[in-house]
């Protein structure tokens, strides 16, 4: 597992990393070449200007990082000025006015007192004799020329080509003589934007700055974007999004996926600046670069909630930090396995316990440790391999061919501490109402009010459960959405109450209750067989196997253990229910 530090040796100081953009320090990710080529191609592309420049990237690939990089290249540049617009910010406002705004401020005042005073007629004498007073500030000079054309259509018209006309002068004058001077806008964020305001950018770059000596550097989401501007100009089939981005955006970068090495020496550089890099061996790093998928914000992200866990969660102050952040792997990248610790189990026990016995069923040696865990899983003595694998929860044959996995699961095993570990994780993990911390997952998001009293709508369920406590507050969750539970611990009331309570469209229910291990496929089986039951059966459990599921679909039934796959069932289940009732 690598040098860790032990619980005996003092903790080191952790301090949590920011998510600002950085054009100096670490360059795991290879930008300060990529930003030396994209400064040098805007250089040489002045003649061809106005220009756009895409840097497209997922969200945390580090688009406004490489951005920042361009812009300190560009800035040693004496020919050329740069200016930096976060759209995001100016979206609370006018974005198209904040954005014509920072790039007029850039203009020297004089040239635009001229552009004025060579087009007064156009843009009336009022203004005119205003500017040409010459008693204005630069901000108010930009203030009145954007107050006359916000009123006047016709007006702004005019300001596109008093802006050419101005950047006509300002070209020219180059501080050195060597070359004619560039102006480049950095927009970042865009993404982060509503749709009104993406499109806002693109108008400003199109008509009103659309000029020589203009070069734009904007960072997106290509697919977050694309779906803006379609919502915002409703394109049909024939004319796409992609379309109309490629008249704005001339040339696309896409940074590209970071490689095992880069995020690898990514991740060593994280973990030393933040003090977590003494905590975490070869194995930690591995599975903790492949569960934020190359995502160097994500990345951060994890490292944030170990530092803050190790600081806030009462749960946990007691685990040394090696051991803590090994515990917060599993409950982040390998949340399924995770949730097993829900019901009080103890998954890595039954894991190590599963590697050893596949082993020795594969060298035929039927020992007695084999034969315990083939009893404890319901399984004769002379079980098949493959019978076992059908025993044990879903993935556990995937995960053991994952050897920094079965390094990390043996290192709290192994750990003096594996008692508190477990403890923790269990008390830590609810395997009903939780979900995957760090990493964007399906979550169940509220949805609006209006939509919420409609989704589940007319929908009647029956929840059989012999520990329906643990349900309440999802169920709460479901009436909010418009849906009537009801309630039964055992197959003798969840009779009663059909026989007295009309049709019931969905039944959810466990499938173990105290020694029985069959209860809810036999219960389902006996309400059909009784025609009390004729709708929609789903097992919400803890616990998946490969043979639970195979025996739910024989009857029909879904199975599930995330509250997420359980609503969107139910939305579906309440959209067959409400098409009868409103023909």
């Not at 040693?76 to 006015?97: Q, S």
């Not at 390998?334 to 016995?357: K, Q």
């Amino acid at each position: 597992m690598g040098n860790v530090v032990t619980a005996a040796q003092p903790a080191a100081q952790l301090t949590l990393l920011g998510d600002q953009p950085s054009a100096e320090g670490d360059d795991s990710l290879g930008f300060a070449a990529i930003a030396d080529d994209l400064a040098r191609l805007i250089l040489e592309s002045r003649q061809r200007t106005p220009l756009t420049l895409g840097i497209e990237g997922n969200w945390g690939a580090g688009k406004s990082s490489l951005m920042q990089r361009v812009e300190r290249r560009l800035n040693e540049r004496p020919e050329v000025v740069t200016v930096w617009f976060n759209a995001w910010t100016a979206d609370r406002g006018d974005v198209l006015e904040g954005l014509i705004k920072s790039v007029l401020d850039r203009i020297d005042p004089n040239i635009l007192r001229r552009a004025v005073r060579n087009e007064r007629v156009k843009l009336g004498l009022r203004l005119t004799a205003t500017m040409l007073a010459g008693w204005l500030r630069v901000g108010s000079v930009v203030d009145k020329l954007w107050e006359r054309a916000s009123v006047d259509p016709k007006a702004r018209n005019e300001m596109r080509d008093l802006l050419a006309r101005a950047m006509e002068d300002w070209v020219k004058q180059s501080p050195t003589g060597a070359g004619d001077r560039l102006l480049v806008v950095f927009i970042d964020d865009l993404d982060r934007c509503s749709p009104d305001a993406v499109f806002q950018v693109f108008e400003a770059i199109k008509l009103y700055l659309d000029a020589r000596g203009f070069a734009f550097v904007v960072g997106f989401d290509n697919s977050v974007v694309s779906e803006a501007v379609l919502e915002h100009k409703k394109y049909s089939k024939t004319i796409t999004s992609r379309v109309y981005l490629e008249k704005i955006v001339q040339i696309e970068y896409r940074i590209p996926e970071p490689t095992d090495d880069q995020m690898i020496g990514l991740t060593d550089a994280y973990a030393a600046a933040s003090g977590v890099d003494r905590y975490i061996g070869p194995s930690e790093r591995s599975l903790i670069v492949d569960g934020n998928e190359r995502n160097p914000r994500r990345l951060k992200r994890f490292i944030n909630s170990f530092i803050l866990e190790h600081h806030l969660d009462p749960d946990v102050t007691a685990l040394p930090p090696a051991t803590r952040i090994r515990t917060l792997i599993l409950k982040v990248y390998f949340y399924e396995f995770a949730r097993l610790f829900g019901d009080r189990s103890d998954p890595i026990r039954e894991f190590l316990d599963y590697l050893e016995v596949r082993r020795l069923i594969r060298d035929d040696d039927r020992n007695e440790r084999v034969l315990a865990f083939l009893a404890e899983h319901d399984l004769a003595a002379n079980a098949t391999l493959a019978e076992l694998e059908e025993n044990v929860p879903e993935g556990f044959s995937e995960l053991a061919r994952n050897d920094d996995f079965v390094d990390l699961v043996r290192a709290l095993h192994a750990g003096p501490t594996r008692e508190d570990a477990v403890s923790s994780l269990q008390k830590t993990v609810d395997p009903i109402t939780s979900a995957p911390p760090v990493v964007p997952t399906a979550s169940m998001p509220e949805p609006a009010a209006a939509e919420s009293a409609e989704r589940l709508r007319g929908l009647r369920i029956l929840w059989l459960d012999d520990n329906p406590r643990g349900n309440y507050a999802l169920a709460e969750r479901f009436e909010r959405e418009g849906a009537t539970v009801v309630h039964a611990q055992d197959r003798g009331r969840a009779g009663k109450v059909l026989r007295g309570g009309g049709q019931f469209d969905v039944l959810i229910s466990d499938v173990t209750r105290g020694d029985d291990k069959e209860a809810g496929y036999v219960d389902l089986e006996w309400l059909r067989s009784e025609g009390l039951f004729e709708g929609r059966p789903i097992f919400y459990v803890n616990r998946i196997t490969p043979a639970r599921r195979k025996r739910a679909e024989s009857l029909g039934a879904l199975v599930t253990n995330t509250p997420q796959d359980l609503l969107q069932e139910l939305i579906g289940a309440a959209a067959t229910v409400r098409r009868p009732l409103e023909k």
